[in-house]
């Protein structure tokens, strides 16, 4: 995705709208793998959430990820806070909107853990053949300042870490002696979620929780494949949230 389209994406994303690529159509007959999903449930507990109002207005100019998938963080980390213990991490911070979002419901809830937050900095890693639309480089509008900021100096969290660089291959060994209780994974592309997985999983405590960004999304077809490959894991719950999220519980 180019800057111009990043951008685009932002302003849509703040008018409360989210950019979609609508699929072609299949052939005629055919039911298609892709379209447009409406839910029908009317239940939005966002809206009388004053504690999640005030921190979404806090990060929303930091983040790609709309209000409904950051509601969801949002509760899931206060789930995860029912866990004995484990640290928090999200891999694919940006400009550090849901990292945040995560750090301060993780303080809130009284986790005494660290919320790690991994990003090149440098932008998408690892696009192939089997992703849809990314081809690497993405996202690379940020730094690492910008997250610092937001953290420290605006929103005055204490509680997170920044790891820059690929996740796991060059900052995995800094946290490998570690146990996690949650784990967000927002990287796009199918080999990068792959190799998360496969380096994170041995490590998270029995009920935790990841959240993949972007599943079923039109542009993140690697991921959703990704994904898939999970479903048949005896040693894991997998759910297909309707909102772009799947959520894998260990059990
Ligand atoms: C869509 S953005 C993340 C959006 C962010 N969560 C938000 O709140 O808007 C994806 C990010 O993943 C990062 N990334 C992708 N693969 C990575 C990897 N293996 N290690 C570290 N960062 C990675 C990219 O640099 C990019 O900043």
């Given at each position: 995705m180019n800057r111009a389209k990043t951008a685009l994406k932002r302003i849509v994303n703040r008018m409360g709208f989210e950019m979609v690529r609508i699929p072609k159509a299949g052939a005629p007959g055919s039911r298609p793998e892709h379209e447009i999903t409406r839910p029908?449930?009317?239940?939005?507990p966002w809206n009388r959430d004053a504690a999640f109002l005030q921190a979404h207005a806090d990060i929303a100019s930091h983040t790609l990820v709309d209000i409904y998938r950051c509601f969801e963080l949002w509760q899931l980390v206060e789930q995860s806070a029912k866990l004995d213990r484990g640290s928090l991490i999200e891999i694919g911070?940006?400009?550090?909107g849901t990292g945040a979002l995560i750090a301060r419901r993780a303080a809130a809830c009284g986790i005494p853990e660290t919320v790690y937050l991994c990003d090149t900095f440098a932008g998408v890693v690892?696009?192939?053949?089997?992703?849809?639309?990314y081809r690497g480089g993405?996202?690379?509008?940020?730094?690492?300042g910008i997250v610092e900021d937001l953290l420290r100096?605006?929103?005055?969290?204490?509680?997170a870490e920044i790891l820059e660089g690929v996740f796991p291959d060059e900052t995995g060994r800094r946290v490998e002696h570690l146990a996690f209780r949650f784990c967000h994974i927002d990287?796009?592309?199918?080999q990068s979620a792959r190799d998360i997985i496969g380096w994170i999983w041995e490590r998270m405590v029995p009920g935790g929780i990841l959240v993949y960004d972007d599943y079923g999304s039109y542009n993140c077809g690697g991921v959703t494949a990704h994904v898939e490959?999970?479903?048949?894991?005896?040693?894991r719950l997998l759910i297909h949230n309707l909102n772009g999220h799947a959520i894998v519980v260990k059990r």
């Open positions: 029908i449930a009317t239940y939005s911070v940006w400009r550090g690892k696009a192939g053949g089997r992703d849809s639309l993405e996202h690379a509008d940020t730094n690492r100096n605006r929103l005055g969290l204490g509680n990287v796009d592309v199918y490959e999970q479903r048949a894991c005896r040693d």
